[in-house]
């Protein structure tokens, strides 16, 4: 099977013609994710520090063999990257090598994030007398660390989420102090910036619960208003925390059709499945509130990986049925250790390899999800 390098999926991406084709479909010990799904979309993951310096030695072959995309967990968020005021308060070692990381391994590189509430340093907002810069100011900012950002990496980091998270579960933008401060068009600002630091770059709007119908209506409310304005997002981020039996196949489908209808291309771009419960949300402060569960103590049991894994399968029968409007999935953790959801004790089993490294029941499913050639 072909191997995609990381420019040829650029433009593949670019051109709105992504990976049409067809596959053989066949789940084997020695097919590979990338491999399976090689002419439908790109099959990412997000990975830390330790793993683009490869100092994982458990999750790194697993990287190599299995993606051709990746995206940063922590590298490209403001507070690491930029933790400090002025021209000297740029932090580039990390992201340098998590791009560096990408480029030797021929991956297509996503820049998470540019514009979030959340792991942006408190000076950003502030002024020398601890009050809240004033609209201009915080603008300068914005610029400044955006065609700093994305002007370094130009051309190498093919996809940037240029907004994360910018709405209420209703559908309403966020009172983040990005729009308390500015406006509600810090969103375009923000944007503008990012196109006009590298103009070939993929610019996605990335939320997590956009299959709740209140915020999938205020999502494509924002993204037909930026459209209107000739604002250049180009790309839709579904976040996809998903729950055992949320969002059901009837929801996810119909978010990813609604967003293709808006001509932008889909990406799935933080898969996971919390087979621990809990309230349905992906907001981090929520989450940490839920306090610790460790109710697998002796590990999944049998039946629950077999949930599992057709859980998964039904959400890539999905995927596969849009694969002309999805261009990429991405998993959030390379193995269940390496989740997000592990927090404050919580112990949660939510990627296709376990804590060990070895692909669990539903990296099986996954593969065999994959269409055969003659059904395409």
Known sequence: MRKTSNLASAALLATAGLLTGCVTGKASESTTLKDA??????????????????????????????????????ALKWASIHPDPGPNGYNFGPADQYVEFGEKNHMTIVGHTLVWHNQT???????????????????????????????????????????????NEDGTLRPSPWEKIIGPDYIEKAFQYAHEADPNAILRYNDFSLEKTPKRNGAIALIKKLQ???????????????QMDWPTVEQEDATISAFAALGLKVMVTELDVNVLGGKQTAEITEMANQGGSNIYTNGLPPVVQQQLAERYADLFRVFVKHHNDISLVTFWGVTDG?????????????????????????????IQAAQPANSK
């Open 37 to 74: 799904y090689q002419n439908d979309f790109l099959i990412g993951v997000a990975i830390n520090e330790k793993q683009f310096t490869d100092g994982d030695q458990r999750g790194d072959p697993i990287i190599k063999a299995q993606f051709n995309c990746i995206s940063p967990e922590n």
């Open 121 to 167: 340093p408190r000076w950003v907002f502030r002024d020398s007398n601890g009050k809240p810069v004033t609209r201009e100011v915080l603008l300068e900012r914005m610029r400044d660390h955006i065609h700093t950002v994305v002007g370094r990496y130009q051309g190498r980091i093919k996809i940037w989420d240029v907004v994360n998270e910018a709405l």
């Open 228 to 242: 209107a304005e000739g604002i250049p997002v180009t790309a839709i981020g579904l976040q996809d925390h998903d």
């Open 338 to 366: 390496d989740s997000w959801l592990n927090m404050r004790g919580r112990v949660n089993h939510p990627l296709l390899f376990d804590r060990a490294g070895n692909p669990k029941p539903a990296f099986d499913a996954v």
